[in-house]
């Protein structure tokens, strides 16, 4: 695994309690799926992607400059092939969910997870569409919400609607920042549970 894979899943695994259950919504070929069950034998793992090519995909994400915004059919099967076949050891504890971050967001159940780790439409406004809908989602007091790409300064992208959504959602709750530009935050902790 490379540096940035684990960093970033250090970050995540460091924050989850015995028996995690977790999301990871934007997963593209599944290196930090793999990296987070071969780590942690005790967590379940939702691992969600539209997998949609260039041409499904969001304006407002291919704005960003984010090349997997731009794969076409073949690539874009080709990198859910490659997560399917990292994630085969772990038959019951990796649930594949090929479909929108929304689409998905539906299909769990409001509080059941300790954990949703945001990876997919880096623009202001998918980012935004995504903590709405996700942040339910989460285990009220300990649960986390975070993702990736916060303040990412690599050449050639505009990820800045990542740290922009976050820090707007967040309305002063405590935002945790770590390794390889991820973001943390227990969106529950100030509010009274």
């Known amino acids: 695994m490379s540096n940035v894979v684990s960093e970033r899943g250090e970050a995540i695994i ?3 309690p015995n028996g995690a259950k977790v999301a990871e919504v934007g997963v593209l070929i ?10 942690r034998k005790d967590v379940t793992l939702l691992m969600i992607d539209s997998w949609a090519p260039a041409e499904e995909q969001p304006e407002r994400y291919k704005e960003t400059g984010d090349v997997h915004a731009t794969h076409d059919k073949v690539r874009v099967s080709k990198h859910k092939a490659e997560a ?9 504890r990796a649930r594949i969910m090929h479909m929108t971050s929304l689409e998905a967001a539906r299909q769990v159940e409001d509080y059941s997870l ?13 980012v935004m569409a995504d903590l709405t809908a996700w942040v339910r989602k989460v285990k009220a007091p300990d649960g986390w919400i975070g993702g990736h790409d916060f303040a990412n300064p690599e050449p050639g992208y505009d990820f800045s609607g990542v740290q922009r959504a976050v820090l707007e959602w967040s309305h002063g709750r405590d935002i945790e920042l770590d390794g390889n530009y991820t973001w943390f935050c227990r969106p529950w902790k100030r509010l009274g549970f």
Not at 84 to 92: A, E, L
Not at 114 to 126: N, R
């Open 14 to 16: 460091k924050r989850l």
């Open 30 to 39: 599944g290196k930090l799926s793999e990296y987070i069950l071969r780590k």
């Open 84 to 92: 399917t076949n990292r994630v085969k050891h772990f038959p019951d």
């Open 114 to 126: 300790d954990m949703v780790f945001l990876d997919a439409d880096h623009s202001y406004a998918g």
